[in-house]
């Protein structure tokens, strides 16, 4: 069951409008360059680190537009959502901000510090079955008791809050020859080819995805999108099946959607770390995975990836103990 309705899709406008509600509230991340990562990877390189938002993603960005979008619409209601653990996390922060409860419907395979992350944040857990209807019908039955459905990326006030990253880099950077993001649901890529397409048309945006998750490549090469998918990747994050909406607006946009191996995902999180002494989630390595399996496009170009988060499980990957 699908608990998100049919929408417009977000405009320039709601992206720049979110932007204004965000600096209101959230503090800057910074855009990062490390040369040892440029000769790594035969590029200019920014990272954009999301991963130090206080929620420990970006999806803090999207969860807060769309909870002030309620507090301006008079509605108080408590939320709910479902997510694999950042989503879950950034809505109960920002739910506790505003004086309201979030409940959380999460797959009983997550990364037991996203659960834990949601509940030290206030937020209630409902664990469920792994897959996409799972996680829905959880939903479903949450706003059937009267919670307001926030989903995690296919929903208009969690697109244009996502795209302010974009917003963030070229304003810092205007003359950025190419973005690449990971895809997952697709909030992420959708609201970043929202702002460039309108304020920097000449810089290409890439989504970037594992190959275990590959539905919006799937989508992105049949014209369609892919609507079932059993996901088997590392990058818990990403995990998710593409937004209809969401597919719509990347489709009409994207320069193309990179795939990347799990051993390539790993190397990715040991090259960032041993160069930045940043511990990076799968999710986020999917980028730098891609940089550098597919090279040719970014050769000698200014390129962003956004470093999506930092929640990362140290039991799967103990050698980023004590990483920054």
Known sequence: MNTTPAFAP??????????????????????????????????????????????????????????????????????????????????????????????????????????????????????CEANQQAREQGLAELVAQGLVPVPPYEHPDIIAG????????????????????????????????????????????????????????ASLRDGKRVSHWQPETVADGLRAVIGGVNFDIIRAHVAGILLVSEAEIVEAMQLVFSTTGMAIEPSSAVTVAALRRHPRPFAGKRVAVVITGGNVDLQLFPWLAGAQ
Not at 16 to 32: D, N, S, Y
Not at 71 to 95: F, K, M, P, Q, Y
Not at 172 to 186: C, I, K, M, R, S
């Open 10 to 127: 977000p405009t320039i406008d709601d992206v720049l409008t979110a932007q204004r509600r965000l600096r209101a509230v959230l503090p800057a991340t910074p855009l990062l360059r490390e040369p040892a990562l440029d000769t790594a990877l035969g590029c200019t390189l920014f990272l954009k680190c999301e991963n130090r938002q206080e929620s420990g993603a970006f999806k803090l960005r999207g969860a807060t537009n769309a909870i002030a979008r309620l507090r301006e619409a008079g509605i108080a209601t408590d939320v709910a959502t479902h997510s694999s653990g950042n989503h879950g996390a950034a809505l109960a922060l920002a739910a506790r901000r505003d004086g309201r409860r979030a409940v959380v419907v999460m797959p009983e395979n997550c990364v037991p510090a996203k659960i834990e992350a949601v509940r030290s944040f206030g937020g209630e857990v409902i664990l």
């Open 162 to 217: 996502q795209g302010t990253v974009a917003l963030d880099i070229i304003e810092a950077e205007p003359d950025l020859d190419a973005l690449v993001t990971p895809l997952g649901g697709g909030g992420l890529l959708a609201g970043c080819v929202i702002a460039l397409a309108a304020l920097s048309p000449a810089t290409r945006v890439f989504g970037a995805e594992p190959e275990g998750a590959a539905d919006g490549h």
